[in-house]
């Protein structure tokens, strides 16, 4: 059955996100595996996209109504695995074997393995550019799904992005909404540091990009900020964010794009969040 999710309460939004988050950091530490802390700065908003913005079909998954969903960010995989369970597209058991051999949930994302994925990513750049491809098909078919990329900012040193950001704008992509996970951090250092980048925000509007910044932990803004759509341009939400948000001992601390918790931080994590 083809359906939109209503606004959740903020409370219950946050009460789901820091599921989510359990789930996440859980899966990490069976694991072992790394880039939790950018799972984590992202559970937010992955959580109110499907929510509380997307229309999907859980029972089809290629529902021509739909709207896509494109994780350009694949290391955050298990954030997404996280929330595609909770909403039916895969059964919770499985995540327990997330990143086992033989297991159909991979590191990142694999193509054509797993419902509610629309392309395999990890190689990072190319997201944006397989939404737009979405997005156009959908404008030439005179069809009123929405596409939603999320992209990490360090992913946005690729020159590929800005290719993509150019096309988009001169395609008029209304249908189309990128979002970055702005938590300051890439893998080895501070996001401004690495190429000195200047303001975000002013670079997407010279490409041409209506621009919207928020707070990437207010369930409400990215609300807001989703469910906006511009006349004419696409729209790129620079959502700042905190990577390894919720886990106190996480929060900010870039080796946690590396390590995976363990048995006693994941229960650690499991009182901080209040789960029971």
């Not at 599921?19 to 859980?26: A, L, V």
């Not at 997407?204 to 989703?226: D, M, T």
Request: include cysteine; proline fraction near 2%.
């Amino acid at each position: 059955m083809f359906i939109k999710n209503d606004f959740f309460t903020e409370e219950k939004v946050k009460q789901l996100s820091n599921k989510m988050r359990y789930k996440t950091i859980e899966m990490s530490c069976n694991a072992k595996s790394a880039h939790l802390g950018s799972c984590l700065s992202c559970i937010d908003i992955l959580v109110t996209l499907y929510s509380s913005v997307m229309s999907f079909d859980k029972q089809d998954d290629k529902n021509p109504n739909r709207d896509i969903f494109i994780l350009s960010k694949g290391h955050a995989a298990m954030a997404l695995y996280a929330v595609l369970s909770h909403f039916g597209f895969i059964d919770a058991s499985e995540l327990h074997t997330y990143n086992q051999n033989g297991s159909r949930l991979a590191e990142h994302p694999p193509a054509n393995l797993i419902p509610g994925i629309e392309a395999a990513t990890g190689s990072l750049g190319h997201g944006l550019s397989i939404g737009i491809g979405h997005a156009y098909g959908l404008k030439l078919k005179n069809l009123k799904n929405r596409v939603f990329c999320l992209l990490s900012d360090g992913e946005t040193n690729e020159g590929s992005v800005w290719e993509a950001a150019a096309l988009a704008s001169s395609l008029s992509l209304k249908n189309l909404t990128a979002i970055i996970d702005y938590n300051k951090w890439q893998a080895t250092g501070r996001y401004d540091e690495i190429l000195g980048t200047s303001s975000l925000t002013r670079k997407w509007e010279s490409f041409g990009w209506h621009v919207l910044e928020i707070n990437g932990h207010s369930n409400r803004e990215i609300h807001e900020a989703s469910i906006s759509v511009h006349k004419k341009k696409p729209t790129l939400i620079l959502a700042h964010t905190i990577k390894g948000k919720g886990i106190k001992l996480m929060e900010d601390d870039n080796n946690w794009h590396y390590r995976s918790p363990t048995n006693e931080e994941l229960k650690q994590a499991q009182i901080e969040l209040g789960i029971k």
